[in-house]
């Protein structure tokens, strides 16, 4: 339960910072491209915390 908490603070997280940086930099960008640039984004850094909480909890 704890690695799944800090897997979805950490895409949530992920997900409004490039949201915001989208908003400054990047505004003529389609929304489609900016969507998918904050989804994907945001799964990565998801999946990529989880399985590093994973297996470092397996090493301890």
């Not at 603070?9 to 505004?27: G, H, N």
């Not at 969507?35 to 984004?41: A, P, T, Y």
Request: net charge positive.
């Amino acid at each position: 339960m704890k690695t799944t908490l800090i897997s979805v603070v950490a895409a949530f997280v992920t997900a409004v910072l490039v949201y915001i940086v989208m908003l400054m930099f990047a505004t003529g960008m389609y929304v489609e491209t900016v969507g998918n640039i904050i989804v994907l984004s945001s799964v990565a850094v998801g999946i990529v915390t989880a399985l590093t909480l994973r297996l470092r909890s397996r090493r301890q």
